[in-house]
């Protein structure tokens, strides 16, 4: 007998784990992809294709192996060892970003050095800013005998 727990669609991003004679249902908003990384799962995925022929159905995944889920689809998966004290399935559930443009070479070779040298600059002028306030700080212990009269102590040390 398995539990089924439904998940809420806005949380569900990043690596879960199934345990043995649970369910877990999922219903993405979003096109979403799910990867197996360890163990075994059998995966009901309903409603409409959107688009995917055969989406629809029962599929036993193994690990290592990843399945597109559309946004809207509702999608029910169970361990396939359903013994108690297995191991549980270890999965990521990620949403599908669309295709990036390929990088061009100028891109590759001229902005993104750019970006990675304003950076840079950016740190060094902050780390200078920094510099500069500390020794300001000092300021009273760098003048110290020019102008001011010296206590004691100090005027023991030099």
Do not use: N
């Not at 970003?97 to 750019?114: I, K």
């Amino acid at each position: 007998m398995s539990v089924v727990h439904p998940v809420d669609s806005c949380t569900i991003a990043g690596a879960w784990r199934l345990f043995p004679g649970r369910a877990m249902s999922l219903r993405p908003k979003a096109d979403a992809e799910l990867r197996l990384r360890r163990g075994g799962a059998w995966v009901t995925l309903g409603e409409a294709d959107h688009g995917m022929p055969g989406a629809s159905g029962d599929r036993f995944l193994r690990e290592g192996e990843t399945l597109p889920v559309p946004a809207g689809a509702w999608l029910v998966m169970e361990a396939l060892d359903a013994r108690e004290g297995d191991e549980p399935v270890l999965f990521d559930w990620t949403d599908r970003v669309a295709d990036a443009p390929a990088s061009t070479r100028f891109s590759r070779e001229v902005v993104t050095p750019s970006r990675d040298l304003v950076l840079a600059l950016g740190q060094a002028g902050l780390a200078l800013a920094r510099v500069l306030r500390g020794l300001l700080g000092y300021g009273e212990f760098l003048v110290a005998g020019r102008g001011r009269v010296l206590t004691p102590l100090e005027s023991m040390r030099s």
